[in-house]
């Protein structure tokens, strides 16, 4: 099986979802930076259900043969980055993603949908 940046922001996606995070978006940042080629940008209501939703993105990544680079502000559970190379997710508590609005900062980010087939 060839694993696909693509496939990794799906799985990512799926993961976040069954753990319920709230407007989860994916941003294609490949021509705007070289620190990855996705964001994902998600929110929990609390700062139990944004480590939920990490634990569930890290676990799956593992599961299936992805590197985590690594997590930062997981213990706070406020602003939770996980880094898998090519994807970078955020994980925010909502009233946090509010403040900081990363969506405005990468405006010029295609927001990307992924079919289930891919």
Same mark, same amino acid.
């Given at each position: 099986m060839v694993k696909t940046v693509e496939a990794l922001a799906r799985l990512v996606a799926k993961a976040a979802? *069954? $753990?319920k995070a709230e407007n989860l978006i994916i941003m294609d940042i490949s021509k705007?930076?070289?620190i990855a080629d996705y964001f994902m940008i998600c929110h929990g209501n609390n700062e139990r259900q944004v480590q939920a939703i990490v634990s569930e993105i890290r *676990? !799956?990544?593992h599961k299936n043969g992805y $590197?985590?680079?690594g997590i930062e502000g997981a *213990?706070?559970?406020r602003w939770v980055l996980v880094d898998l190379e090519d994807v970078v997710i955020h994980v925010?508590?909502?009233e946090d993603?509010?403040?900081y609005n990363l969506e405005r900062l990468w405006a010029e980010a295609p927001i990307? !949908?992924?079919g289930e087939e891919g």
């Open positions: 979802e *069954d $753990k705007l930076s070289v *676990d !799956q990544a $590197k985590v680079r *213990d706070e559970g925010f508590h909502r993603r509010e403040f990307v !949908q992924f």
